[in-house]
């Protein structure tokens, strides 16, 4: 029996956020990754990024247009797209003991809207959902806004003692990390 990611949204205003995979735009998604504040990653070739996306729990943050909104994208004359990707963050995951919480971002002029909290109140009600959950676990930079950030709407705090982090660099990491 293979455990289903589940589907969930969330909106607000003339946002949204998806756990729906097919939504994601990859282009966009890849456009994101090669802006300089993802200093932990780089753009995939599509088929790859197809397949991290399918294969993890996707938080993508839209900018819904107002028809859109309203349910009638398939009818809209407007020209900008019905939902523009501005954010996103995954968990790669099992969907039963372990999350691990992995390329956050937000496009830097939305970053004052308070939408990163709002991603993290969706985050954790997922998680807090999740019955059998050990735990969840991300990587930040120490004293970073997004260190702030996680400490306070997900809780998260520094590895307990006798445990610590190890990590090996791969081909893919992004140089200068």
């Not at 991603?119 to 999740?130: H, Q």
């Not at 019955?131 to 306070?152: F, H, N, W």
């Amino acid at each position: 029996m293979e455990l289903e990611i589940p589907i969930r949204s969330w909106t607000r205003d003339n946002y949204l956020i998806s756990t729906d995979p097919s939504l994601v735009p990859l282009d966009a998604l890849n456009e994101m990754f090669a802006s300089d504040d993802v200093h932990w990653g780089q753009p995939l070739p599509l088929e790859h990024l197809r397949m991290m996306v399918q294969r993890s729990m996707c938080f993508a943050l839209y900018e819904v247009s107002n028809s859109a909104s309203l349910g009638e994208e398939e009818h809209s004359n407007e020209t900008r797209p019905p939902r523009r990707l501005i954010g996103f963050a995954r968990w790669i995951t099992d969907m039963v003991t372990v999350n691990y919480l992995t390329d956050v971002y937000i496009l830097p002029e939305y970053r004052s809207k308070r939408l990163g909290v709002w991603m993290m109140g969706c985050i954790d009600e997922v998680f807090t959902a999740m019955p059998y959950v050990r735990g969840m676990i991300l990587i930040a930079d120490r004293g970073s806004s997004t260190e702030a950030l996680y400490r306070k709407y997900l809780a998260m705090d520094d590895l307990q003692s006798p445990g610590f982090l190890m990590d090996r660099k791969g081909r893919g990491a992004a140089s200068g990390s």
